[in-house]
């Protein structure tokens, strides 16, 4: 392969990896049909695969992308029986085409488009793997490893969800003011979620995750400006914000991993930790606290460290009790397990770690990790070192690799 051929590869594939969710929700806002906009921005992809090395790579690379896939859509239109039916369509995209709009200055509409993938009619368990497949452009595999599931297992499900939004006819209609509340959930879980994988991703020293997470928080604020009243949409950001704030102190400067527990606070950024107190101050003011509330509450103590230099444990096991009640996951379970032996002994958290079913833990890497350090804590090396052994193995990021094969000796 030449290096022209490799230099206009990677510059699609960051194209695509940075402006996709921008692209099909533009399109699909234009056109009221999320398969055909996918398809037409996958035709577009492969011609520059082939145009771009012999034309070389355009001044505005996302601009040359929604032309092209535009006038895929209308040449689609225009050679359909019943081109009447798509009269809306194409006035629109001519509309757009005639204002001679670039790709910098046509309007996000990823949070429109969030909303829509949370639609009534598509079965709820597949709302966020859609929104973090069609509006943040994540594969199927990455997808697959945040649900704690097979890849072609979420490839299916996907699949099946688009082909019930072409087949149901649901289309590209941003729902009305009334209708966004009951949708919410959804939309907050998937905003999570991105922020999550990002910030898994090589711990946020990879570029992708870091502009995942950075994307995530975006969408958080613009969120809240849209439903201002809505506390959750509080929480979350406040939550992501506290994490994001310990970013610089995750690793050391020869890259190695530093758990949580042995961060430096002086690392942390102190105007995140205060824009997120800030935002989790207001949401407790309506004493209606929800799951994202108390993870951000939970992430306030932990930042508390930063002033007192000490973790009040038994708060945020109270947090966690809380937030148990309300959502008792896999990851909410380890946490409060974690937790509760900071403030009642290793042996009391192992006991709440064996409270959870086995099948739900299999492929959740903090789980064993926890456990590994819970029995290394009683002296029982020899299942510490088992465990260690199945958390490494679930572990993709090098450096937590090395840091968990150093902590099981």
């Given amino acids: 392969m030449s290096s022209v051929q490799e230099d206009v590869e990677r510059t699609v594939e960051r194209v695509a990896r940075e402006s996709y969710g921008r692209l099909v929700a533009f399109l699909s806002s234009h056109t009221s049909d999320l398969a055909s906009a996918e398809d037409a921005l996958g035709d577009a992809l492969l011609a520059a695969l082939t145009t771009w090395p012999r034309n070389g790579v355009p001044q505005g690379p996302e601009a040359w992308l929604l032309t092209s896939a535009r006038n895929r859509i209308v040449d689609h239109v225009r050679h359909q029986q019943v081109v009447s039916a798509s009269e809306q369509t194409m006035r629109l995209l001519r509309e757009h085409a005639s204002q001679g709009q670039t790709a910098t200055e046509f309007p996000d509409e990823r949070l429109k488009l969030l909303f829509v993938c949370a639609h009534p009619a598509i079965d709820s368990s597949v709302h966020t793997p859609l929104m973090l497949q069609t509006v943040l452009g994540l594969d199927a595999a990455r997808i697959a490893q945040a649900f704690l599931t097979s890849p072609a297992a979420m490839s299916q499900r996907l699949v099946r969800a688009k082909a019930k939004i072409k087949d149901g006819g649901i289309r590209f209609e941003v729902p009305q003011q009334r209708e966004l509340p009951p949708r919410l959930d959804a939309v907050l879980e998937a905003i999570y ?98 799951r994202f509330q108390l993870e951000a509450a939970i992430q306030s103590v932990h930042a508390e460290r930063a002033r007192s230099g000490r973790t009040e444990w038994l708060a945020i096991v109270v947090f966690y009790e809380q937030l148990l009640r309300m959502c008792p996951t896999v990851g909410t379970r380890t946490g409060y397990a974690a937790a509760l032996a900071e403030v009642n002994g290793a042996q009391a958290g192992l006991a709440a770690l064996d409270t959870i079913p086995t099948e739900t833990v299999r492929s959740y890497q903090p789980y064993w990790a926890v456990r590994a350090h819970l029995l290394q804590r009683l002296g029982k090396a020899d299942e510490a070192r088992k465990a260690f052994d199945w958390a490494i193995g679930l572990t993709e990021d090098p450096a937590i690799r090395r840091f968990l094969l150093e902590k099981r000796g």
Avoid at 193 to 215: K, M, N, S, T, Y
Avoid at 227 to 232: A, G, R, T, Y
Avoid at 248 to 275: F, H, M, N, V
């Fill in 193 to 290: 979620a991105a922020f999550g994988i990002g910030w898994d991703e090589i711990a946020g020293i990879d570029q992708h995750g870091r502009d995942l997470a950075e994307e995530a928080i975006w969408l958080a604020r613009v969120l809240l400006k849209l439903m201002p009243e809505q506390n959750e949409a509080r929480g979350l950001l406040s939550l992501m914000l506290h994490c994001e704030a310990r970013r610089a102190a995750r690793r050391g400067t020869d890259g190695r991993y530093i758990p949580l527990s042995e961060q430096d606070p002086q690392l942390w950024s102190l105007p995140l930790i205060k824009e997120a107190e800030r935002y989790l101050a207001e949401a407790s003011r309506q004493r209606q606290a929800g």
